[in-house]
Antibody, heavy 119, light 108 residues
Framework: QVQLQESGPGLVKSSETLSVTCTVS????????WNWIRQSPGKGLEWIGY???????TYNSSLKSRVTISVDRSKNQFSLKLKSVTAADTAVYYC?????????????WGQGTLVTVSS | SYVLTQPPSVSVAPGKTARITCGGD??????VHWYQQRPGQAPVLVIY???DRPSGIPERFSGSNSGNTATLSISSVGAGDEADYYC???????????FGGGTKLTVL
């Protein structure tokens, strides 16, 4: 079965760029949509954006100016970059797969990685 | 942008049925998916396509969707069902995935 694992530095300085990677194992990255979702401490889930295996992307309008999601098909990985971070970007960052359109449920999810923005 | 509204909290006695609502404009025309998130854990899909259950999810979990409200029902609730629950849809106009604000289920 497909498993997802996030990786990245747990601490990022304010105004710098946050980078996290999701490695997909047990299956191909092909034919699915690969998402980033975050959860600030004590808050709800916020969808950040997705990349289709072909490389096309869609981002949450509230983060669009600062977000880039990319894919490395040779490594079965996709990555998130969020620039100009502030304390408000401190969150657990999850990666998750969806099937697109009405089949856009998230399954599976990675375990999540906590990224703290420090001043 | 499309908005999903959930009650912040729902309380239920053990053995009873919990119902968690998710409101949205004409949500009945959309496919609604539900997630359970226990403290310190990643969310888990419990219902997709309004009422389908992934393998491994107990039959106690069911869903419905009509008009402006989707509902997740959990029967014979026990302490293990205490968690946050989120609804989610795909917004066709923006191609965005949208979450509700989440509901904390407390078993009394």
């Amino acid at each position: 079965q497909v498993q997802l694992q996030e990786s990245g530095p747990g601490l990022v300085k304010s105004s710098e760029t946050l980078s996290v990677t999701c490695t997909v194992s047990g299956g191909s990255i092909r034919d699915y949509y690969w998402n980033w979702i975050r959860q600030s401490p004590g808050k709800g889930l916020e969808w950040i954006g997705y990349i289709y295996y072909s490389g096309s992307t869609t981002y949450n309008s509230s983060l669009k100016s600062r977000v880039t999601i990319s894919v490395d098909r040779s490594k079965n990985q996709f990555s998130l970059k969020l620039k100009s971070v502030t304390a408000a970007d401190t969150a657990v960052y999850y990666c998750a797969r969806d099937g697109g359109s009405r089949a856009s449920w998230f399954d599976p999810w990675g375990q999540g990685t906590l990224v703290t923005v420090s001043s | 942008s499309y908005v999903l509204t959930q009650p912040p909290s729902v309380s239920v006695a053990p053995g009873k049925t919990a119902r968690i609502t998710c409101g949205g404009d004409n949500i009945g025309s959309k496919a609604v998916h539900w997630y359970q998130q226990r403290p310190g854990q990643a969310p888990v899909l419990v219902i997709y396509y309004d009422s389908d259950r992934p393998s491994g999810i107990p039959e106690r979990f069911s869903g419905s969707n009509s008009g402006n409200t989707a509902t997740l029902s959990i029967s014979s609730v026990g302490a293990g069902d205490e968690a946050d629950y989120y609804c989610q849809v795909w917004d066709v106009s923006s191609d965005h995935r949208v979450f509700g604000g989440g509901t904390k289920l407390t078993v009394l």
